[in-house]
Every structure is written in structure tokens, then in C-alpha cells.
T-cell receptor, first 112, second 112 residues
Framework: SQQGEEDPQALSIQEGENATMNCSYKTSINNLQWYRQNSGRGLVHLILIRSNEREKHSGRLRVTLDTSKKSSSLLITASRAADTASYFCATDARTGFQKLVFGTGTRLLVSP | NAGVTQTPKFQVLKTGQSMTLQCAQDMNHEYMSWYRQDPGMGLRLIHYSVGAGITDQGEVPNGYNVSRSTTEDFPLRLLSAAPSQTSVYFC???????????FGSGTRLTVV
């Protein structure tokens, strides 16, 4: 069964706008990660946030984590056409990071 | 280039045939995993390994076997292919887990 559910399933914005996608999960976690997948390609790791962290930044990416609500959000600022991809959250339950559980993903389309 | 290499990229099998999907990494990562990706389902863990000689089942292990005789290689064997195994298969590896997983480019398998 899926641990994470992303919302929205699809998002369409213009270049320069911000994109926010959300992830909800079911059980206690050690870490939550976000990955990007370009069409037909493998996943690329973007950022990892630990359960004792509330916010993390990496370039134009900002990730927040609310363990009390079992939810996370990924914000991409000043979006570019090259950000067009699917974005997945992945969690490792207390059993360890070797058993990542992925959500169903958000498809982001950034139009020029 | 360092990374995870998967072969073949595409494969068509007849029901009942067997085959092995190859996965190799050159980053000396201890942890390796196999996932399958189906439309609308995200990625689901098939099998994983925490080191040479050590493997374990993931969420959807039925119909698949793995072995890990070396740190570099983690092949996935389909014992008797079924149409339900039509999917895109990804191999991934990580050293400590904190840096996230590195994914291969995937194998698109069709079982007819």
C-alpha cells in the first residue's frame, strides 16, 4: 500500500510562478525525501528532510515537514520550463531507509 | 560516469518466459533496491539488499527473485513472466541513505 499521497495530482503554471505540492503519509517516519522524474527517465533525488526538522532549503526548493499532521510540502520558486516533471515524496518508516515508500506523484507542467 | 546502469532498456517477453534484469552500480553503495512503476501507482518496492549476500522482500516480491553476490551487482529475475508484470522497473542504490537514492534509467518490460 502507498505510504504517501501527493496533492494535487497535476499542476499547470506559467514560468516565473511558484509551484507548491503536498504530500501526506500514514505512519511515523525517520526521513522524508522528494524526487523528480522527467518523462521516461529515472528519478533524481532533490532533498531529504529529517523528522526532527521543520524546514529545509536547497536553491529554489523549499521543503516543510509537519510530523503532527503527517504532511510535507515542496515549494519551487520562480518556476522554469525545465522544472516540468513529476515529483514524488518518499518516506522511510521506522523500519529504515532501505524500504522507501513512494507516493503517487504530482505532474507539474510549467509553460513558457 | 558514476551511477546505476540498467540493462536492457526495453524488453518484450511472452507469458511464461523467464529473464533477468541487470543492475550495476560503481559507487560502492551498500544498499540497493528494485522498484516497479505502474501508471497512477507511484513506485513500489520489490526487493532490496543491505549488502553483498543479504536480500529481503519489499511490498510486491511475488514472481521475482534477487541475489547479491557482489557489492556492484543486483540482478532481478522474473521466474515465469505474466502480463501483470508489464511495468517499468527501476534499480536504485544508496550509500548511507542520507544522500538519497541514485536511480537507474529504467527497463520498460512488456509481457504479452
Amino acid at each position: 500500500s502507498q505510504q504517501g499521497e501527493e496533492d494535487p495530482q497535476a499542476l499547470s503554471i506559467q514560468e516565473g510562478e511558484n509551484a507548491t505540492m503536498n504530500c501526506s503519509y500514514k505512519t511515523s517516519i525517520n526521513n522524508l525525501q522528494w524526487y523528480r522524474q522527467n518523462s521516461g527517465r529515472g528519478l533524481v533525488h532533490l532533498i531529504l528532510i529529517r523528522s526532527n526538522e521543520r524546514e529545509k532549503h536547497s536553491g529554489r526548493l523549499r521543503v516543510t515537514l509537519d510530523t503532527s499532521k503527517k504532511s510535507s510540502s515542496l515549494l519551487i520558486t520562480a518556476s522554469r520550463a525545465a522544472d516540468t516533471a513529476s515529483y514524488f515524496c518518499a518516506t522511510d518508516a521506522r523500519t529504515g531507509f532501505q524500504k522507501l515508500v513512494f507516493g503517487t506523484g504530482t505532474r507539474l507542467l510549467v509553460s513558457p | 560516469n558514476a551511477g546505476v546502469t540498467q540493462t536492457p532498456k526495453f524488453q518484450v517477453l511472452k507469458t511464461g518466459q523467464s529473464m533477468t534484469l541487470q543492475c550495476a552500480q560503481d559507487m560502492n553503495h551498500e544498499y540497493m533496491s528494485w522498484y516497479r512503476q505502474d501508471p497512477g501507482m507511484g513506485l513500489r518496492l520489490i526487493h532490496y539488499s543491505v549488502g553483498a549476500g543479504i536480500t529481503d522482500q519489499g511490498e510486491v516480491p511475488n514472481g521475482y527473485n534477487v541475489s547479491r553476490s557482489t557489492t556492484e551487482d543486483f540482478p532481478l529475475r522474473l521466474l515465469s513472466a505474466a502480463p501483470s508484470q508489464t511495468s517499468v522497473y527501476f534499480c536504485a542504490s544508496t550509500g548511507t541513505g542520507r544522500e538519497g537514492y541514485t536511480f537507474g534509467s529504467g527497463t520498460r518490460l512488456t509481457v504479452v
